[in-house]
């Protein structure tokens, strides 16, 4: 298979680099990795050169071009289906689907309020309550899968859900939020997976904070 090639942003402040990253390592591809700089003007250009949209992460592959992060697991998972991104039961998939969507186009009061900062560490940070009532449902969702599939992962084994739902999993480290015993269990698993701990390191390594994204405390 032809190497791909995958644009991403920065590894401490871009959610969405995160999850494309973390599925093309999950499916694994082979893949050159290309960063762009958020506060560089000029990565625009560069970036349009890959895709109209302007959208990163991006990937390329054998003439495709994908740049919506669901869009590059449903593309991962059909042309590597042995890498299991999906669950292999018909109604866990739908659900799996289902809470990925969820993730994909909500939670905005989240995202707004709790940005992800791998190198930040913000102790009793003033959680707003619609904030609050997004991390509920992150963790209802979480609840029900762990319920169901026994863990060690949202559907049992590891799949697109874990990949897409890792971001929040770092801003609940980073904002302190507590969690109930078998919800911190599950986060502390991503954390540890082998390719979390690359890019946490990877983000520590970045070399300077930009004003812009680095939330007041």
Known sequence: ???????????????WSLRG???????????EEVVTAP???SARAEIL?????ILVPCLRHEGAVVWDTLAIAEYLNEIVPEAGLLPADRVQRAHCRSICGEIHSGFTTLRASLPVNIKGHFPNFKIWS???????RVC??????????????????????????APVV?????????LEPQLAAYAATIMALPEMREWVEAARQ????????????
């Open 170 to 178: 770092t801003r609940f480290m980073t904002y302190d939020v507590k």
């Open 1 to 15: 298979m032809t190497r791909a090639t995958l644009t991403i942003s920065s590894k401490n402040y871009s959610s």
């Open 39 to 41: 506060d560089d003007a």
């Open 21 to 31: 990253w973390l599925l093309t390592r999950f499916a694994g591809l082979d893949f």
């Open 49 to 53: 050169l890959l895709s109209s949209s």
């Open 206 to 217: 970045e070399p300077a904070d930009i004003e812009e994204l680095e939330v007041e405390y």
């Open 140 to 165: 209802a969702i979480w609840r029900d899968c762990l319920a169901t599939s026994g863990g060690p992962f949202l559907f049992g084994k590891r799949s697109m859900a874990d990949a897409m739902y």
């Open 130 to 136: 619609r904030a609050q009532a997004d991390i509920d």
